[in-house]
């Protein structure tokens, strides 16, 4: 599995600064992020606080597992 190059102190420090009135290109450049990623970030996790990204994530871990487990019994 691919590991996250980004926390998600940075993820949530970049999504405010762009409602707060930052451009979005600066913002690219300051946190060197692409296009896709920014919005891709803004989708997920916006109007989110730092927890409930944790908790998410904590999550989404939790139901790879459960669905590994769960074809690993199938066969």
């Known amino acids: 599995m ?3 190059r980004f926390t998600d102190a940075q993820i949530m420090g970049a ?3 762009a409602e ?3 451009s979005v290109p600066d913002l ?3 946190h060197g992020i692409s296009n896709a990623t920014f919005y891709g970030w803004r989708t997920k996790y ?3 606080d ?3 990204i ?3 994530k904590t999550l989404e ?3 790879r597992r459960l669905k590994c487990m769960d074809a690993e019994l199938s066969m």
Do not use: C, L, T
């Open 2 to 4: 691919k590991s996250d």
């Open 15 to 17: 999504i405010p600064q």
């Open 20 to 22: 707060g009135g930052v």
């Open 28 to 30: 690219y450049r300051e």
């Open 46 to 48: 916006g109007g989110m």
């Open 50 to 52: 730092a927890s409930m």
């Open 54 to 56: 944790s908790q998410m």
């Open 61 to 63: 871990e939790e139901n």
